[in-house]
């Protein structure tokens, strides 16, 4: 069975209160949610492991550019999300199977877009994750 894991930074939501469409999207058994205390704690580790684990891809939501509480904890991740895809191709994994989404603003529109592109990413409309899934 595929599995999806997804690292959000628990600062991304007002209130640390995670909005209901990305609940739902944890509830599916192919889906595994994972709260970090920012963004820029991801770690290129974590993402490996989680091939390791049997994960088909990984995704990650960071904070807003310019809106990181932690001042720049969403590049830091930007970077990492990189290095892993580095060490992906090396691999010979699709380094398109760890994705980043980076909401252009903390408005709960720009998080309604970017919940729906990890929904796109997890339900395998994404171009990247079909064909690691191939």
Do not use: W
């Amino acid at each position: 069975m595929k599995c999806i894991r997804v690292y959000y930074c628990s600062n991304v939501f007002d209130g640390n209160v995670v909005p209901a469409e990305l609940a739902d999207l944890g509830m599916r058994d192919e889906v595994i949610l994972e709260p970090v205390p920012c963004g820029g704690r991801i770690d290129p580790r974590y993402l490996l492991k989680a091939f390791e684990e049997g994960d088909n891809g990984v995704c990650v939501l960071t904070c807003p550019l310019g809106d990181c509480r932690l001042m720049e904890g969403n590049i830091r991740a930007m970077h990492r999300v990189e290095l892993a895809r580095e060490y992906l191709t090396e691999a010979g994994i699709d380094p398109k199977a760890v994705e980043i989404i980076v909401p252009s603003e903390r408005s709960e529109e720009a998080l309604k877009t970017a919940i729906d592109k990890i929904a796109s990413f997890v339900g395998q409309e994404s171009p990247a994750l079909q064909e690691v899934m191939a």
